[in-house]
């Protein structure tokens, strides 16, 4: 019953978020909605860790598996893609290193910064 | 065989899970980042439905309920967020200007190279959402008027690249905060990355799971302005 409960939670805040989705007009998907609702739940303690903790880390660790079919989508949009491949391939490669390069390189200059000043 | 997939409730999900499973023991069993298995499910799963003439639709019907759970299991990212909540309390600063900072790279980086590449307007507003969650991108795509089945392709694909070489990379910019990293993994490769970032640590998981949400928002407003650049 413990997973049931735990799962049953999760979902109805995945319900809420879609409710949410359908009413207000932003382009925000509804597990986003649903993650700040959890999240503000937590923090106000409306929801207990233990309520959610079990099923919630079980959901996450089979995460990757949830992307295998829009993985093997590519087998259509090949077509589509094909024409543009080697831009758009040039494109992905880079911008993964360089929007991973800057995210870390600023938030660590900042982290380190604050972490001196504290020491000092 | 292209009959009984048809038939099969349970087929399309044995596939993928056997792919999966293939996928982790070859990377175990060998040790290299290249053999990621979710990059092997997808592959070997393509080769399966190739081997066997079933068509995407087809493989789609049955397996949809593995994305089914896709909802429930970003909702779940905000457990491991909350457990890191004081960690996030004390480098608010770092969060927001780091992925401040990684979305405005994407978007410029996207601009000059679609310019320098020859891109037209329809192609480039088709990637600009290529670094945030595919529920995200593809809401955005249709909005800029883009391709949207490339752009969650193109998302896909960047999940795939920082969850194989998002370690590397790390490296290579001397990123050793965990933090960092956690910003650094979901900023640019949003929940494929994550799934990484969960394996490497529960700060860098953490991290990387709020960066989707925030990351995906500051793209949102951003995006529709860098549309009208090119």
């Given at each position: 019953?413990?997973?049931?409960?735990?799962?049953?939670?999760?979902?109805?805040i995945s319900l809420i978020g879609e409710a949410l989705k359908?009413?207000?007009?932003?382009?925000?998907p509804a597990s986003i909605y649903g993650m700040v609702i959890l999240?503000?739940?937590?923090?106000?303690?409306?929801?207990?860790?233990?309520?959610?903790?079990?099923?919630?880390?079980?959901?996450?660790?089979?995460?990757?598996?949830?992307?295998?079919?829009?993985?093997?989508?590519?087998?259509?949009?090949?077509?589509?893609?094909?024409?543009?491949?080697?831009?758009?391939?040039?494109?992905?490669?880079?911008?993964?290193?360089?929007?991973?390069?800057?995210?870390?390189?600023?938030?660590?200059?900042?982290?380190?910064?604050?972490?001196?000043?504290?020491?000092? | 065989?292209?009959?009984?997939?048809?038939?099969?409730?349970?087929?399309?999900?044995?596939?993928?899970?056997?792919?999966?499973?293939?996928?982790?023991?070859?990377?175990?069993?060998?040790?290299?980042?290249?053999?990621?298995?979710?990059?092997?499910?997808?592959?070997?799963?393509?080769?399966?439905?190739?081997?066997?003439?079933?068509?995407?639709?087809?493989?789609?019907?049955?397996?949809?309920?593995?994305?089914?759970?896709?909802t429930?299991?970003?909702v779940?990212?905000?457990?491991?967020?909350?457990?890191?909540?004081?960690?996030?309390?004390?480098?608010?600063?770092?969060?927001?200007?780091?992925?401040?900072?990684?979305?405005?790279?994407?978007?410029?980086?996207?601009?000059?190279?679609?310019?320098?590449?020859?891109?037209?307007?329809?192609?480039?507003?088709?990637?600009?959402?290529?670094?945030?969650?595919?529920?995200?991108?593809?809401?955005?795509?249709?909005?800029?008027?883009?391709?949207?089945?490339?752009?969650?392709?193109?998302?896909?694909?960047?999940?795939?690249?920082?969850?194989?070489?998002?370690?590397?990379?790390?490296?290579?910019?001397?990123?050793?905060?965990?933090?960092?990293?956690?910003?650094?993994?979901?900023?640019?490769?949003?929940?494929?990355?994550?799934?990484?970032?969960?394996?490497?640590?529960?700060?860098?998981?953490?991290?990387?799971?709020?960066?989707?949400?925030?990351?995906?928002?500051?793209?949102?407003?951003?995006?529709?302005?860098?549309?009208?650049?090119?």
């Amino acid at each position: 019953m413990k997973f049931l409960k735990q799962f049953l939670i999760i979902l109805l805040i995945s319900l809420i978020g879609e409710a949410l989705k359908a009413v207000l007009p932003l382009p925000v998907p509804a597990s986003i909605y649903g993650m700040v609702i959890l999240f503000i739940c937590l923090v106000t303690k409306v929801i207990k860790l233990d309520q959610v903790r079990d099923a919630g880390k079980f959901l996450i660790e089979i995460m990757p598996v949830m992307f295998i079919p829009s993985g093997v989508g590519l087998m259509v949009s090949w077509g589509d893609l094909q024409p543009i491949l080697i831009p758009v391939a040039v494109i992905t490669v880079v911008t993964v290193i360089t929007v991973m390069g800057a995210t870390g390189v600023v938030s660590q200059w900042i982290i380190r910064r604050d972490k001196e000043r504290l020491n000092g | 065989m292209a009959e009984f997939f048809k038939e099969s409730a349970y087929i399309a999900v044995a596939v993928s899970l056997i792919a999966y499973s293939f996928g982790s023991w070859l990377k175990r069993k060998f040790k290299l980042g290249l053999l990621n298995p979710l990059l092997i499910s997808i592959l070997c799963t393509i080769a399966f439905l190739l081997a066997v003439k079933v068509d995407y639709e087809t493989y789609k019907g049955g397996a949809q309920v593995l994305t089914w759970f896709l909802t429930p299991a970003t909702v779940s990212l905000a457990i491991p967020l909350y457990e890191e909540w004081e960690l996030l309390k004390a480098n608010v600063k770092a969060v927001v200007f780091g992925i401040l900072s990684g979305v405005i790279t994407s978007l410029v980086t996207i601009l000059v190279l679609s310019v320098l590449l020859g891109l037209n307007h329809k192609q480039y507003v088709t990637l600009l959402p290529k670094s945030i969650t595919v529920a995200m991108g593809m809401g955005l795509s249709e909005e800029l008027g883009g391709y949207v089945i490339i752009t969650v392709s193109v998302i896909a694909i960047t999940g795939v690249l920082g969850n194989v070489f998002g370690e590397a990379i790390c490296k290579l910019f001397r990123i050793k905060e965990p933090i960092a990293k956690g910003l650094a993994f979901g900023t640019a490769t949003h929940a494929i990355g994550t799934a990484r970032a969960m394996e490497i640590g529960e700060v860098e998981g953490a991290m990387s799971g709020l960066s989707i949400a925030v990351a995906g928002v500051f793209t949102v407003i951003l995006a529709p302005i860098f549309a009208t650049f090119f």
